[in-house]
């Protein structure tokens, strides 16, 4: 059984087209399933959960990044934290022109030719990062001036002002250097750019980010503050894909 998790913007009237087409061609597709409301549940992960439980295959975000981030971690903590977890795939249907960074790296086009990626089923194992008690897809980003990285022990700190990437996921596009970020490596990749144009790029397990009241971005979605731990989760997701995602 699908479930569709549909975000709360997709309540405008703007977008009552776009879910008239996408539920005719998932229906004409066979892939219809339980639609559940963000707007009208007070927990999500208990919705999830519950759902899982009650025998969910496949749990689909049907929204932008925010809306992968708020359904994933649900999918995420069920998998790490049941005694006897069921294999549960997660999907993404993005709509909006903006916003779908993480659906465009994984290959996934918009509403109509999602239902087809659905159908095709290509699975892939993803991992997932991890800060503090916080799961992301993507990336973290912060601003540089002034953090501290602790890694294995070694201090790496970083006056200039510029940005922080934790990447776990990107599109091609966004190659540094010659490097594409694996989100199936086991590893993050933290990416330094300062203003002076210097770049660093680093590949880790685990690391600890210290600063001073600078906030840290989770997939462009939530906002947690540092000093925090980071981690991944190997493996951490089964996805379904796109043949034109930015990985093997």
Do not use: W
């Amino acid at each position: 059984m699908n479930v569709y998790i549909y975000d709360d913007f997709l309540n405008k009237s703007k977008y009552n087209r776009t879910i008239n087409r996408l539920e005719i061609k998932l229906t004409d597709l066979g892939l219809n399933g339980k639609i559940i409301r963000l707007g009208a549940i007070k927990n999500i992960h208990d919705a999830i959960e519950s759902e899982i439980k009650n025998g969910a295959k496949t749990i689909v975000a049907v929204g932008n990044n925010e809306t992968v981030f708020k359904t994933a971690a649900a999918v995420i903590e069920h998998q790490a934290l049941s005694f006897v977890p069921q294999k549960t795939l997660f999907f993404i249907i993005p709509i909006g022109k903006n916003d779908n960074s993480i659906a465009d790296a994984l290959g996934i086009k918009r509403e109509v030719e999602a239902c087809n990626t659905l159908l095709a089923r290509r699975i892939k194992k993803i991992d997932i990062g991890v800060a503090g008690h916080n799961y992301f897809i993507e990336k973290a980003e912060m601003p540089s001036e002034n953090a501290i990285l602790e890694i294995d022990g070694y201090h790496l700190e970083v006056k200039e002002k510029g940005v922080i990437s934790i990447i776990n996921l990107a599109k091609k596009s966004n190659i540094i250097g010659e490097k594409i970020p694996k989100p199936n490596d086991g590893k993050l990749d933290i990416h330094i750019k300062t203003r002076d144009k210097e770049e660093s790029f680093i590949s880790v397990k685990s690391f600890k980010i210290i600063s001073k009241g600078q906030a840290l971005f989770l997939d462009d979605s939530v906002e947690i503050k540092t000093p925090i731990e980071f981690g991944v989760i190997p493996g951490g997701l089964e996805i379904v894909v796109g043949k034109e995602r930015s990985f093997e």
